[in-house]
């Protein structure tokens, strides 16, 4: 038995599995694809704080580099993936595939199962490794910000599957061990585990209730600050860069008045992030088995 291994597997039993059933590959895809308008909204306004206004230099060469750079960022997020698996003693393999002809995929996988935490350190590394070195190049290299948009983006909606795994593994004590298999995360555990039960419907609903909450809770707030800040005597505040579409909130005293600004399309792209994460954390939250006689 590896040393990473706290359970003897003889004596353990299979609590439950993660599966790309076709549910899921819509489920993923979905969230996916809100992931990748939200971070790309989340780049540009990073990208106007850090740099100025947000363009993008159309020269020869351009697909060529954008091309290479979406392949880049795809294989950089699986190899990370495998060298944490290596850091905790597994030997990993990777390969791609087209699940239910729907969502084109690479997978790096391992025979080494891992403990709960183990695991979920090498499922998030990617997103953080990536977004921090992205954003690390773009405040140090200016003039080749621009060309991070394609890995920031990529690599955050491609991490939507392993946020979305991570938080059903979140359910299980820290002892069990997973295997990650090619299609599916098999969870063991000891015989005193309750087996969970893992849905993944309502994706659609729930992001909708939140995004929509969301929007009018925030637009609420914004129009009710400025009088409060008007009477506590504020001279002026700005959330986000400020005289652009990425300002969130703007207000300033005039005389005896005061005037303030606030972007729906800062507003839109908020609630969708607030939206998706939440979707993430509730959409296939395990629920415990009801045994019955």
Same mark, same amino acid.
């Given at each position: 038995m590896k040393e990473q291994q706290t359970l003897n597997l003889d004596k353990c039993k299979e609590l439950g599995k993660l599966e790309m059933s076709k549910e899921v590959v819509l489920t993923l895809n979905g969230m996916g694809t809100l992931a990748f308008f939200a971070f790309g909204f989340l780049f540009a306004a990073l990208y106007t704080q850090f740099v100025g206004e947000f363009s993008f230099d159309?020269?020869? *060469?351009? $697909?060529?580099?954008? $091309?290479?750079?979406? $392949? *880049?960022? /795809?294989v950089l997020h699986e190899l990370i993936h495998g060298a944490f698996m290596s850091k905790y003693g597994g030997k990993p393999s990777y390969g791609a595939g087209i699940a239910y002809y729907i969502l084109p995929y690479l997978y790096t996988t391992t025979k080494t199962f891992f403990p709960r935490n183990q695991f979920i350190v090498t499922a998030i590394a990617p997103f953080f490794v990536i977004s921090l070195t992205v954003i690390g190049i773009m405040a140090a290299f200016p003039s080749i910000a621009h060309w991070m948009l394609i890995p920031f983006v990529i690599n955050a909606s491609g991490a939507v599957g392993d946020l979305w795994m991570i938080r059903n593994v979140l359910g299980y004590p820290k002892h069990v061990l997973l295997e990650d298999r090619k299609n599916e /995360?098999? $969870?063991?555990g000891k015989e005193t585990d309750k087996p969970l039960n893992i849905s993944t419907t309502g994706l659609g609903y729930v992001f909708s209730k939140v995004f929509i909450l969301s929007f009018f809770v925030m637009g609420f707030l914004m129009t009710m600050s400025p009088i409060l800040l008007n009477i506590l005597g504020v001279k002026s505040l700005a959330i986000g860069p400020t005289n652009s579409i990425f300002t969130i909130f703007e207000y300033h005293s005039i005389g005896e008045g005061f005037g303030f600004s606030f972007f729906p399309v800062s507003l839109i792209a908020i609630s969708v992030i607030i939206g998706l994460v939440y979707a993430i954390i509730n959409v296939g939250k395990p629920v415990k088995h009801v045994m019955t006689r």
């Open positions: 159309y020269a020869s *060469g351009t $697909i060529l580099i954008s $091309i290479v750079l979406f $392949i *880049g960022t /795809l /995360l098999v $969870i063991y």
